[in-house]
Every structure is written in C-alpha cells, then in structure tokens.
C-alpha cells in the first residue's frame, strides 16, 4: 500500500495534494476528488491483517477485470 500513491497519482498531483490538500484523479468512470485524508485512510489500512482476519472456511470469489487502471490482468 505505501506505493500508492506514486502509483496512481502523476507528481503534480501529489503537489497539488500537498499543497492544496486536494486534486482529481482522471478515471475511466470519470473525475474523482481525492484528498489527503482519502489517501491517509487507505494509507493506514493493514491489508495483511484484513485478509488474515477473514476465516478459512469462508468462501472467497476474486474478481479482477481487464480495465483496471492501477493493477494489471497478468
């Protein structure tokens, strides 16, 4: 999660977050507000401990489509 941010979001975007606390992420559904409280919140989640928390005799179906924008189909 720590590379996110460079990630998705061009430098001027992380300078416009910086300094204005805001920008838009450009998106194939269209423009989306992001700020820096966004970005801290998905920051601070611990992946590792949401998927351990999950039971394993619960079912899990993964989705993954071809258009994602930040994570390949490979």
Do not use: C, Y
Not at 45 to 58: G, L, S, T
């Amino acid at each position: 999660m720590s590379q996110m941010p460079a990630k998705i979001f061009s430098e001027e975007q992380l300078l416009e977050i910086s300094n204005l606390g805001q920008t838009t992420w450009h998106t194939q559904r269209g423009e989306i507000p992001v700020t820096q409280e966004d970005i801290d919140t998905v920051m601070a989640m611990d992946m590792h401990k949401v998927i351990n928390d999950i039971p394993q005799n619960v079912p899990i179906l993964v989705v993954h489509g071809t258009d994602d924008e930040l994570i390949g189909d490979e």
